[in-house]
């Protein structure tokens, strides 16, 4: 299914592929940030992680919430500070 | 207010703010919860653009790591309670403005007494369980919040109204990356707070609702983020 992702963390994530992916059925909000994390030869440290904001189609989601086809990823990284 | 004080002090505010909305903006209340990065900058442009009600809430006391970015922070009050600096800074750039000063975290026990009576919050603060604790209270006094967060070269600013939850940006993670906070950034985040805040008590313009504004300033690059918090 296409899965197009959107990265607002890329200071945190360098230079991952922001676009459409390719990804099996069933796959996370988490497991699509890994695969593009893949795709880029980098990993994604728990440091990074535990910082990241997942958002679907506009919506607060988890690590864990499940994708559908054309759904649109965005990660963003926590900004909390004033 | 009369014209003479229009015609002198806020003069330059015409034509994009009325005569009729500047009198508006005098009657207005808005409570800022943070005097420090954000709160400073904000609480300076409401009081100079003329919201003629201002409570200003902080428990903390100025630090020497303040300096680098707090407006109200100088090297002559530190230690001193932070409102108490904002009441001091603001007599002297507008005594028309009243401005109260709270001395106190926001806690769960003040939190609803302190915002009753305003008819906007302003998000000032330095962390991600204060402003759940603030957004929950905004939801059962009923305002609308105006929320702003820094770090590094970045920030983030949106308009929540009371019936929508948006915690999932705050919710902090244990052990996350910090990335600092310059005064750049907070200059420009609270700029935009305060045209947001003039917006929601005017009732003019587009609001940052349903869309998150989010600034990298190390990019020179500003985004629109969609946000359905329906």
Redesign the interface.
Known sequence: MKIELKL?CR??TGDLREGFYDLPEGITANGALEAAFQEAGKTLT???A????F?V?????EEETVLQDGDTL?V??????? | MTGRMIMGRYERNMPAISPEEQAELAGKRVVII?C????GYIIELLARIGVGHLTVVDGDVFAESNLNRQLFSTEENLGQPKPLSAVRRLSIVNSEVSVRPICEKLTEQNAEQILTGHDVAV??????PS?LLLAAACRKVGIPLVS????G????VFVLEPEHR?????E??????????LSCT?ACVASVQVAETVKVLLGRGRLLKSRLL?L?L??ARW?E?????S
């Open positions: 607002n200071d945190l728990e440091s990074i535990r910082s990241l904001v958002m189609n506009g919506r607060a989601a965005r963003l990284f926590r900004i909390l500070g004033g | 943070g420090g990065g954000l709160g998000d000032a603060l330095d962390n991600g402003r702003g967060s820094i770090g070269w970045y920030g983030r948006a915690d999932f940006l705050w902090d993670g244990n052990g996350q990356i910090t990335f600092g906070n907070a989010e990298n190390l990019q985004e983020i969609p946000l359905d918090l």
